[in-house]
């Protein structure tokens, strides 16, 4: 890491996606099994939507 002039560290590029990581542990820590599993399906579900509209949105672009 670099440091800058106030004596403070540059984040490293995963610190973001650590961050959102752990956040997500806490939310759903004390959660039953059956609603972890219905969050991450949602999660899943709307994570493969938006790659087919890149997708879509991409292939169009192209022609």
Do not use: C, H, N
């Not at 800058?4 to 973001?16: F, M, N, V, Y």
């Not at 099994?33 to 709307?46: D, E, H, I």
């Amino acid at each position: 890491m670099d440091a800058i002039g106030t004596g403070q560290a540059l984040a490293s590029r995963w610190d973001a996606a650590y961050g959102v990581v752990v956040f997500a542990r806490v939310l759903l820590g004390t959660l039953p099994a059956w609603a972890k599993w219905t969050v991450g399906s949602l999660l899943a579900a709307a994570g493969l939507w938006e790659g087919f509209q890149w997708w879509r949105r991409r292939g169009t672009a192209v022609r």
